[in-house]
Nanobody, 124 residues
């Protein structure tokens, strides 16, 4: 059983930064590809960023490329999402997800485990 707990969400002004963390309680965390997704009110859950199980490959949606950075610390069983130059359209609930031996998919159906989400609000 994998438990994922996100933290670091909050309210930030446009142009500001936040860093989200996702702590995983699982043996063999380094065997999991990890992803971040987000869901705004009335919209589908969408892909934000992903990182392979080894950390050697990262992927981003076009809407966040160049502004967000995903990273992982396998010694701490944690994945991070550094969000810079934030925009009001980044407002959403952000979820982390785990994919066993994943290479960093943008397809939410590839992920077996999900956290409860953390709210991020960007004011204009």
């Amino acid at each position: 059983q994998v438990q994922l707990v996100e933290s670091g969400g909050g309210l930030v002004q446009a142009g500001g930064s936040l860093r989200l963390s996702c702590a995983a309680s699982v043996r063999g965390f380094s065997n999991y590809g990890m992803g971040w997704f987000r869901q705004a009110p009335g919209k589908e859950r969408e892909f934000v960023a992903a990182i392979s199980w080894s950390g050697g490959s990262t992927y981003y949606s076009d809407s966040v490329k160049g502004r967000f950075t995903i990273s992982r610390d396998n010694a701490k069983n944690t994945v991070y999402l550094q969000m810079n130059s934030m925009k009001p359209e980044d407002t959403a609930v952000y979820y982390c997800a785990a994919d066993f031996y994943g290479y960093g998919s943008d397809n939410r159906n590839e992920y077996e485990y999900w956290g409860q989400g953390t709210q991020v609000t960007v004011s204009s």
